[in-house]
């Protein structure tokens, strides 16, 4: 076996050093003005952000999660009415809608880009559908216009979840800015991440907006003047601080991302291991990975890099790379209509077979901007030598 220096699944600390004077006096501005909650750091990050997201508007909140919360909140979504979202996500996009007492419905997702199945949306859809929830999941956009039409149709919104995705664009057009509101994250395991939670919400008319802010301060009006009711879905002054330094970097990150995805394209390619799934979506190949689709016409920023084994393979392999050290991450290990807590709505196993292989099959590598060629190498070299020695 060759020896490999162990590689973590993300690693912050470079970028840290490499912006630590920049952020430290960000930071210290704030502690010295002593103004925490909201105020004028806040509210330039929220210009810089709908700006770089092609939103006329950007509302910062507590995290990516009160994001969607709060979204769903402005559109008065409650009992009896329901949104039709993929079966494949982080929880908290089927979680947002459940808290507000609302049903979601799932759809199937593609193979190859993990997104939403656009042709399972209209049959999933019923007269008390209000909300097409649409994630763009990796970093990939998700085919909006065949969303967008259905909605015009059917006269229903359009939420993005662009949690994973600031800066995709697909046909030239940037998450978040299709959809009536578009909800993002800071989470710091996202391309843009600050010292803690955080999240944005982009809209596209005034009335959205105004309604954005006051549902993420109690529904307040006017100061203790509270039309609806609210809650408390701030974000704070020291991580807007630090999301604004770190805005300036975020194109060049994501382009070392998009390198590092080329990257694994070639090495994987030159050792001869990219397999292709059958139609459905299955790897049948024992000896193969099947690389994440590209979608054409689109900028996928690799928020993650996620391949796919055959399903009886894959727990020998992670069990050889958490061996040596190589950082990897099942996205997401049961799919959302799976879930205990959704148990209710009803949907049986073999409900979403993509979404259900996509589970059992893949798995996240390392892709973050400061990774190393020789980093990769290992990833691959670690995965090329289980492969063969499991197949053998
Ligand atoms: C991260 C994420 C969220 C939630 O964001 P938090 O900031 O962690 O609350 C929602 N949806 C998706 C797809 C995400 O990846």
């Not at 002593?34 to 950007?58: D, K, N, T």
């Not at 042709?119 to 209000?130: I, Q």
């Not at 998700?142 to 995705?165: G, I, T």
Request: charged fraction near 25%; charge should be negative.
């Amino acid at each position: 076996m060759t020896e490999i220096t162990p590689v973590p699944l993300l690693d912050l600390k470079p970028q840290y050093r490499a912006l630590r004077d920049e952020i430290t006096a960000a930071v210290t501005a704030v502690m010295e003005s002593q103004h925490f909650i909201l105020g004028p750091e806040v509210e330039a990050l929220e210009r810089e952000v709908a700006s770089y997201c092609a939103c006329p508007h950007g509302v910062g909140v507590s995290s990516g999660t009160d994001a969607l919360l709060v979204a769903l909140m402005a559109l008065d979504l409650g009992p009896g009415d329901e949104v039709v979202t993929p079966a494949y996500s982080f929880f908290a996009t089927a979680g947002s809608v459940a808290r507000l007492g609302a049903k979601p419905l799932f759809v199937d997702i593609e193979p190859g880009t993990f997104n939403l199945d656009v042709a399972a949306l209209e049959t999933a859809m019923s007269d008390r559908t209000r909300v097409l929830l649409p994630v763009h999941l990796f970093g990939q956009m998700a085919d909006m216009d065949p969303v967008l039409d259905l909605a015009r149709r059917h006269e229903v919104v359009v939420v993005e979840d662009a949690a994973q995705a600031i800066g995709a664009e697909e046909r030239g057009r940037r998450a978040g800015s299709l959809g009536e509101l578009g909800c993002f994250s800071f989470y710091p395991t996202k391309n843009l991440g600050a010292f803690g939670d955080g999240g944005l919400v982009t809209a596209q008319s005034d009335e959205r907006a105004e309604q954005l802010r006051q549902l993420r301060n109690h529904g307040h009006r006017d100061k203790y003047y509270s039309a609806t009711v609210g809650g408390n879905f701030r974000l704070d002054a020291l991580q807007a601080a630090v999301l604004r330094v770190k805005l300036r970097h975020l194109d060049s990150w994501s382009e070392a991302r998009q390198r590092n995805a080329r990257r694994y394209r070639e090495l994987f390619a030159d050792a001869d291991l990219v397999a292709e799934a059958a139609a459905g979506g299955e790897v049948r190949e024992r000896r193969g990975v099947v690389l994440p689709a590209e979608r054409g016409d689109c900028r996928h920023i690799y928020n993650q890099f996620v391949v796919s084994v055959h399903r009886d393979t894959r727990p020998g392999l992670l069990e050889d790379l958490r061996r040596r050290g190589i950082g990897h991450e099942i996205y997401y290990p049961v799919p959302l209509h799976l879930q205990e807590c959704f148990s209710e709505l009803g949907y049986a196993e073999g409900s979403f077979p993509v979404a259900e292989l996509a589970a059992r099959q893949s798995f996240a590598l390392p892709i973050y901007p400061e990774l190393t060629e020789e980093q990769q190498v290992g990833v691959v070299t670690a995965i090329a030598e289980s492969l063969g020695r499991r197949a053998a």
